[in-house]
């Protein structure tokens, strides 16, 4: 049992749907089904901005975010919120652009009030782009992107408005155009549920327009020849990635099949039977929850403290005397930390033997232990069963 934040298990449909041999890449079925990913896409992310796929991982669509819409030297303003906004911003200052990362708090959301005030101090308006994850992978930290919004707004500024959801989309309620986000980068292997090997990038209006000044454009990554295009193949800038394409295609049916506010709601209740179980495991020196405030808990990956246990020992009995693979720590403190991801194809028996296997690892080693976490996350699963 795998149970990292990504690459997230495959539904046995999606792996069977790519189990195909090579077809037309011309005409015929693979473009209407190569097609119709578009349109369901805009679905997953709830935007009617126009949509890009990139053969590549997540950073292969921070790349494309970048390189289609920043100049050389512009201003970039990297809200941090653990690791990944400010490796994005460090891969645009390797294109060029002159970086500030406002610092925060490693198990804490974005402050929208410090948001706006560094945008207050920018009567210049010098910050032409504003990056920021949906969800930190590394801390479990989920921003308020909404309130973001209203940030930028109140001071008036007109910086693009650049998310990751690479994480969480398909997790955590995600409202691109609802909350005013301008361009949403996302991929597959998390939320949606397909192996790494393509990513997303949705641009609204406003970040088509800063297309038309961009200076660090890159011939692959260009938005203008995969637009308007005369053959399917363009769509890619080449070959498409065939199995992906199908496999996708049959992971977007089973998430709309379900329903996306369905989706939303098992990614929440399993979330919170994760959080359950760290609350009775909890001690002063075991273990607990790198975020402390729920509401800025992701419903897509846990980051857990261990205080005194090895994380990194506990890590290796799971997988190699109980078959679980957990995520690794980031970071400084790696060694007393994992992460369990919940994102995806994931359903009750399966997150429950993952935490009852912790938990049992916990008492293998003679861990600090407050009460049974596997039986609190089974009640929070049974009371969200009843609502």
């Known amino acids: 049992m795998v149970a990292i934040p ?15 041999p090579m077809p037309n890449i011309y005409e015929g079925a693979l473009v209407d089904v190569s097609n119709s990913l578009f349109d369901d896409l805009r679905l997953v992310a709830r935007t009617s901005a126009e949509v890009f796929i990139v053969i590549g991982n997540g950073h292969a669509a921070w790349q494309m975010a970048v390189s289609n819409t920043m100049r050389r030297g512009e201003k970039v303003l ?22 500030e990362v406002l610092a925060g708090a490693p ?9 706006e005030q560094r945008l207050r101090d920018d009567p210049d308006r010098e910050i032409k782009s504003i990056l920021v994850v949906l ?20 001071a008036d500024h007109p910086a693009l408005l650049m998310v990751d959801a690479i994480a969480s989309l398909g997790c955590d309620r995600y409202e691109m155009d609802e909350w005013g986000v301008d361009l949403t980068v ?11 090997g393509i990513a997303f990038v949705w641009a609204n209006e406003k970040a088509l327009a800063a297309h038309e000044h961009a200076d660090m454009r890159v011939g692959y990554f260009d938005w203008e ?62 273990l607990s929850c790198n975020v402390a405030d729920v509401a800025s808990r992701s419903h897509a990956v846990t980051t857990v403290r261990t205080g005194e246990t090895d994380a990194t020992e506990l890590r290796r009995v799971c997988e190699d005397e109980a078959g679980l693979t957990l995520g690794l720590g980031i970071g400084s ?55």
Do not use: C
């Open 333 to 387: 403190t790696s060694d007393r930390r994992f992460r369990i991801g919940h994102m995806g194809h994931l359903n009750p028996p399966m997150l429950l033997g993952t935490l009852a296997t912790i938990e049992s690892v916990l008492h293998a080693m003679g861990a600090p232990m407050g009460s049974s976490g596997a039986a609190a996350a089974a009640r929070s699963i049974g009371h969200a069963l009843r609502t």
């Open 78 to 99: 990297v809200l941090e919120s653990g690791t990944f906004a400010v490796v994005w911003g460090e891969q645009a200052a390797l294109s060029g652009a002159d970086v």
């Open 225 to 286: 020849s995969r637009r308007n295009v005369d053959a399917h193949y363009q769509l890619y800038n080449g070959t498409p990635p065939i199995p992906l394409v199908y496999g996708l295609r049959e992971a977007l049916d089973m998430i709309l099949a379900e329903g996306l506010e369905n989706v939303w709601a098992r990614h929440e209740a399993l979330a919170t039977a994760v959080w359950a179980a760290l609350d009775a495991w909890h001690t002063a020196d075991g």
């Open 135 to 154: 969800t930190d992978t590394a801390t479990g930290v989920r921003n308020d992107i909404a309130a973001i919004r209203r940030a930028i707004d109140a």
């Open 6 to 20: 990504g690459p997230s298990i495959i539904p046995d449909r999606v792996l069977a749907a790519m189990q195909r």
């Open 186 to 196: 996302a991929a597959s292997q998390k939320g949606l549920m397909t192996p790494p």
């Open 107 to 115: 198990d804490s959301a974005v402050d929208p009030a410090a948001v």
